[in-house]
T-cell receptor
């Protein structure tokens, strides 16, 4: 199993550009989440999903969109990038039965 | 909503000493409290967790204690080793999240173990 994979690993955007951060898991987990990590602020939940076709907002959803068309994939879209979205983004998944969340390796995003 | 405070932000210990990291939470309905370890350039990894119906849990050199009345929980690492050096995060699962995996994280503690 590859676990949770994220692409790209690094990305530099200009203000106003859009992009999609990819996340995939091969563990057949029902639940998937996106977090952003900023210095001194821990990990903050952006959006999460409890299954294909179902998504909901977390603590800091503004400026981000998600969709969940399959169990495996949970892409995060930045519609119009802003410098405040410079961060490290982590995708995570877990099964409905067990509590442990598995995190991907992260995407480091810089918005100029 | 739920708020989790974590202290200290940095912790430096000598190899072989113990390390303690503390977290407090605000929502008394939270019932699941995991601890994650994050090594440089990697995603967080679960090291131990505790449910609200248990006061203490141990796994080799790592233990977690929970005081529901005071709404705080702590991570204890004994006989620290250089490979324990990492960033540690506590988290709480707030009311309404059920089994959705929705976690609220503390700010993180950078632990340095000096050889």
């Amino acid at each position: 199993n590859a676990g949770v994979t994220q692409t790209p690993k690094f990305q530099v955007l200009k203000t106003g550009q859009s992009m999609t951060l990819q996340c995939a898991q091969d563990m057949n987990h029902e639940y998937m989440s996106w977090y952003r990590q900023d210095p001194g602020m821990g990990l903050r939940l952006i959006h999460y999903s409890v299954g294909a076709g179902i998504t909901d907002q977390g603590e800091v959803p503004n400026g981000y969109n998600v969709s969940r068309s399959t169990t495996e994939d949970f892409p995060l879209r930045l519609l119009s990038a802003a410098p405040s979205q410079t961060s490290v983004y982590f995708c995570a998944s877990r099964s409905r039965v067990h509590n442990e969340q598995f995190f991907g390796p992260g995407t480091r995003l810089t918005v100029l | 909503g739920e708020n989790v405070e974590q202290h200290p932000s940095t912790l430096s210990v000598q190899e072989g000493d113990s390390a303690v990291i503390k977290c407090t939470y605000s929502d008394s309905a939270s019932n699941y409290f995991p601890w994650y370890k994050q090594e440089l350039g990697k995603g967080p990894q679960l090291i131990i967790d505790i449910r609200s119906n248990v006061g203490e849990k141990k796994d080799q050199r790592i233990a977690v204690t929970l005081n529901k009345t005071a709404k705080h929980f702590s991570l204890h690492i004994t006989e620290t080793q250089p490979e324990d050096s990492a960033v540690y995060f506590c988290a709480a699962s707030p009311l309404g999240s059920g089994n959705t995996g929705k976690l609220i994280f503390g700010q993180g503690t950078t632990l340095q173990v000096k050889p």
